[in-house]
């Protein structure tokens, strides 16, 4: 079994920062993919960003130029600098990675149990 255990959500003014973690830990042979996805009060879940092993990019739009996601493929950590953030970014932010487990030849992707980001003045 592999665990996403998130953190580094709050409570932010707009125009402030935060920082969120999510570490993958359990029966893990390679990490393929991370990101995060996350879901407003009554709206979908969305896709925010991901990064390959490789170091390949994806952002969601409005969020370009704003977040900066990262990883540490040592650590099988994966991390989303939120800058600028207007109340429109407050949801539940929730870190995804794909993972091969040891003696499988298959992919499963996993889930965090998410995180709150509240942005309010």
């Known amino acids: 079994q592999v665990q996403l255990v998130e953190s580094g959500g709050g409570l932010v003014q707009p125009g402030g920062s935060l920082r969120l973690s999510c570490a993958a830990s359990g029966s893990i042979f390679r990490v393929n993919d991370m990101g995060w996805d996350r879901q407003a009060p009554g709206k979908q879940r969305e896709f925010v960003a991901q990064?390959?092993?490789?170091?390949?990019?994806r952002y969601l739009d409005s969020v370009k130029g704003r977040f900066t996601i990262s990883r540490d493929n040592a650590k099988n950590t994966v991390y989303l600098q939120m800058n600028s953030l207007t109340p429109e970014d407050t949801a539940v932010y929730y870190c995804?990675?794909?993972?091969?487990?040891?003696?499988?030849?298959?992919?499963?992707?996993?889930w965090g149990q998410g995180t709150q980001v509240t942005v309010s003045s």
């Open positions: 995804n990675a794909d993972v091969v487990s040891p003696g499988t030849a298959y992919t499963r992707n996993y």
């Open positions: 990064v390959s092993t490789g170091g390949s990019i």
